[in-house]
Structure formats: C-alpha cells, structure tokens
C-alpha cells in the first residue's frame, strides 16, 4: 500500500465516509445488508486472515473502514446488536474450521501405523512439550523485538527447562517401540489451526507455527469470538431487564390508575348518599 493509500485509509477510519463529500460513497450507509458487520468490529476472518496460507480472499460483504468510523460514532448514540450477526459469522466459520480438524485426525489416523494407547500416551507427550516450546520461543522472540530483552531470556531459560522434559519423554518413547517405528515423523493436527505438527519437528519450526500470522490469526478469531459471546449475552441481559422494568412500570401506572377509579367510585357514591 502506497503513502498516499495509507493516509487515504487512515483519514476514512478517523473521519468516517463524510470526510471529503463523496456522495456516492455516502449513499451506502453501515447498516446497509451489503456490509459486513463483522468488518465494522473489527473480526471478520477475511481480514484477520488476509496474507496467510488460508488467505480467504476478498469478502462477499462491503469492507470499508469509514463505515467503521461511522459505525463507531453512531453506536455511542444507538445500539444496533451488530454484535449478533458478527457472531453468528464466526461461529459459523470455527464451526467449518473445527471440521476440517476432525476430518484431518480422522485421515491421519486411517494412514499412520496404529500404536497401542499407552505409547500414543507417551508420544501425545512430546507433541505437547512441543508446543510449549513453540509458544515460549515465539513469544520470547516477540518481546525481544519489543525490548523486553530481560522477559525474552526469562522465557528462554523456561524452553531450556522445558527442552530437557521432552529430551526425558523423547527416550521414554523411543524406549517404548522399535527403532524403526520410532523414525517415522509422528503427525498431529492443531487444534487451533488445523496444520499439520510432527513429532520430530525443530524448535524453529515450532516457533515459526506457533508465532505465525496463521496460527495468531485463528486465536485472535477464536477470542473475538468469546469476547463477541459475551457481550452479546450481557447485551442480552440488559434488555430482558429493561423489558421487566418497563413492564413492572406499566403494572405499577396500571394499579395507580385502578385506585384512582376507585377514589373517584367512592367519591361518587359519597355523593350519591348526601
């Protein structure tokens, strides 16, 4: 993206689609269908995911990051409920995403040699001691390009820890089947992302899987997800409230306005008696 492309984006998101009179942008309005309300939050895949190796390409929905700024000025004002279509867009696609992971155990487990449950226990092992030294050299390597030089060694005294366990489960189940076996990469789906993981893969391997765009992406997705969740139950919740104190209001004018009647009966059988 050129500067001029930049400052151009950067106007839209502060500005909103008022910003320089262009009426034919502004006869699309945010709460138009045709724009995505998961784009006007900030969360829809296509963006979260763009550039990555499950690029989505362009959304069917309008993207356009005045209608946010218009969106955000205006939801201060109004409530829209934008947040239940945007969930109902993301639970759709981590549903979709969560069957490709089923689908590719289910592949592997068709193509690799069977192990008994106690050495797929011990391999399971060193496949989650990886991860933790994916995780721990990503995010050491991330907070050294912050600066957090003291955290990031913190970090990578924990992976020498972590290092030496798999070193223990790695003997323990070598230890457990034949030589042969043994050398045989050890597939596992990421529950995540659904990529592949092997047994036998190196730290930098692992820290590219685990700090990549792709896999950040899919957890940035799935948290938006959950933070979407519950502000649309809490939302949920206000108006169910709103709706019993109005209803309690209109049952309380309702007695008032019944005692009044029956003020106003009694008084004119007062009447009707003097």
Known sequence: MSAQAQMRAMLDQLMGTGRDGDSMRQRIKFTDERVCKSHLLESCPHDILSGTRMDLGECMKIHDLALRADYEIASKQKEYFFELDATEHLQSFIADCDRRTELAKKRLAETQEE???EVAAKAERVHELNEEIGKLLAK????GVEGN??????????VEKTRALKREAEDIYRNSMPASSFQQQKLRVCEV???????????RRLADHFGGKLHLGF???REKLE?????????????????REERDREEQKEKEWER???REREERERERKR
């Open 149 to 158: 030089v003291e955290e990031a060694q913190q970090l990578l005294e924990k």
């Open 260 to 262: 009044e009647r029956e």
């Open 140 to 143: 050491a390597e991330q907070l």
């Open 193 to 203: 992302c659904s990529a592949y993981l092997g047994l036998h893969d190196n730290d």
């Open 219 to 221: 957890i940035e997705i």
């Open 227 to 243: 933070k979407l969740r519950k502000m649309v139950a809490e939302k949920q919740e206000k108006m169910r409230l709103r709706r």
């Open 115 to 117: 192990i008994s449950s």
